[in-house]
């Protein structure tokens, strides 16, 4: 789907014209803006919020703040901290995180959902769940449109009783962190995954996994985490945090950050998209505008690509010079995926701001998927991008309009869609792209760098071989 990506622009400047039958009351510090106009390096520069003067050569912005002001970091420092914060989980009563609770410990506590500071209590959930949104102290508002929550059963929230601090432990039983100051409260998962996935739909990958058979309780509270989260399956090198971007993008001189996130091989589409960003950021007068390509490491349904296929093909696509490793930061967004459309999509944005973002690209249909029952797509694909357009709390985000790219089958490469020719035009959808990689068949030459097709072939080659022997084992008596 992203091969056929289209683009918005957001304009902090002009109104949105919204029909008389639909008028939401938003707070005086909200307002909808066009998805339309091209910032001018004015614009851009007064999106950022610190410099709304006409930007002039060699005049540097500084990176986006982030939401609430700063950057929630979770992690007790090393030393007596810590190793006091080890001792006192080893005697608290334990909640055993699964896979994706673990994930979004990691997301949490690194700062992605700045100024979130542990698993929601009932009303940020609410907020959540009703305006995709959390108000904060001072009036100002922040976009969060997945709940970020943790579930806990019957037993579990009799063993907890009045107690105000919890451990939390991973599957090893080692402990992660301390939740205190907590909450627990009514986990209706029907009013939420009908509200996150516009839909209650049997065979929504995230609801299988982790809400059709989680407690019926919810546990928020404030997130102490004794040391930074690793998955030693050799990627940790590119789990850079929020703080770890942002020095890296200073270290650049970034004055501009542009992020593309996907959860697919990278074929030449793409990396046209991201290319031809750069040029008109270029254009726009900014001087050193970095990529930050940041493919989603959390959990994924089962017939995307896994992580590890996904991040080596990457590193062939720089190897191979289709993107410019100088003004390309690649790094793993731990985020879990939910398949959510375009309540997902804002979440995707919003944490991006955090990372230092100021610039992001959208898709067709992101963070969609197939309708699980029926045969076509879960959501209209063009409503991320209109949601994205008007998202309460997203407004100092800016995201640059262009055309559907597909592969020209006359100059043997992906390209713009020229409607003057559509005949001339051949649009590989994912499905295409992974039924070619299965049978061991070559895309035309151009859709994807040869050492980056390879990495997929050798994917599917070895899931071919893990299925067979699974397939070949004896079966007992």
């Not at 959930?125 to 949104?133: A, G, K, P």
């Not at 991008?385 to 592969?407: C, D, H, Q, T, W």
Request: glycine share 8%.
């Amino acid at each position: 789907m992203a091969s056929m990506a289209t683009f918005i622009v957001r304009s902090p400047s002009t109104p949105h014209p919204i029909p008389n039958t639909f008028k939401p009351q938003l707070p005086s510090r909200l307002r909808l803006v066009s998805p339309l106009r091209l910032p001018s390096a004015a614009t851009a520069g007064a999106v950022q919020g610190r410099n709304p003067t006409p930007r002039r050569p060699g005049v540097s912005c500084s990176l986006i703040e982030p939401d609430g002001g700063r950057l929630v970091d979770l992690v007790a420092p090393e030393g007596r901290a810590r190793e006091a914060l080890r001792r006192e989980a080893a005697g608290c009563p334990q909640i055993k995180l699964s896979r994706i609770d673990l994930e979004w410990v990691h997301v949490l506590s690194e700062g992605w959902a700045s100024p979130l500071g542990g698993f929601m209590r009932e009303a940020e959930f609410l907020q959540t769940l009703h305006f995709n949104c959390l108000r904060l102290g001072d009036g100002s508002v922040v976009n969060m449109s997945v709940p970020i929550v943790l579930a806990i059963d019957d037993a579990q929230k009799r063993a907890i009783g009045d107690l105000r601090r919890v451990a939390l432990v991973d599957a090893q039983d080692k402990p992660v962190a301390i939740l205190s100051n907590i909450e627990i409260y009514k986990h209706n998962k029907e009013e939420r995954i009908a509200r996150t996935w516009g839909t209650t739909a049997p065979g929504l990958p995230y609801v299988e996994e982790a809400i059709t058979k989680a407690g019926n309780w919810l546990i928020g509270g404030d997130l102490e985490v004794i040391e930074r989260i690793k998955y030693n399956d050799g990627l940790d090198q590119y789990r850079l945090s929020p703080v770890e971007l942002r020095e890296e993008f200073s270290r650049r001189n970034a004055d501009a950050v542009f992020a593309f996130q996907l959860r697919n091989p990278v074929h030449n589409g793409h990396a046209l998209l991201m290319t031809d960003t750069r040029r008109r950021l270029l254009e726009m007068g900014y001087k050193n505008p970095v990529l930050l390509l940041h493919p989603l490491g959390g959990f994924t349904k089962a017939d995307d690509v896994p992580l590890y296929w996904r991040m080596k093909q990457h590193e062939k696509v720089l190897e191979d010079g289709v993107l410019n490793p100088e003004t390309t930061v690649v790094a793993i967004f731990p985020s879990p995926m939910h398949y959510a459309g375009p309540t997902e999509v804002q979440w995707h944005a919003k944490s991006r701001i955090n990372a230092g973002a100021n610039f992001y690209i959208v898709g067709r249909d992101p963070a969609g998927m197939s309708h699980p029952i029926e045969k076509r797509d879960l959501y209209d694909a063009d409503h991320g991008k209109k949601v994205l357009s008007m998202a309460p709390g997203l407004e100092r985000l800016n995201i640059l309009p262009f055309k559907v790219a597909a592969y020209d089958t006359k100059q043997k490469k992906m390209a713009f869609f020229d409607p003057s020719r559509p005949q001339d035009f051949l649009f590989i959808s994912g499905t295409k792209m992974r039924t070619l990689a299965k049978n061991r068949e070559n895309p035309p030459d151009g859709f994807m760098c040869p050492g980056g097709w390879k990495v997929l072939v050798e994917y599917y080659d070895s899931k071919e071989t893990q299925e067979g022997n699974k397939f070949r084992e004896a079966v007992p008596a």
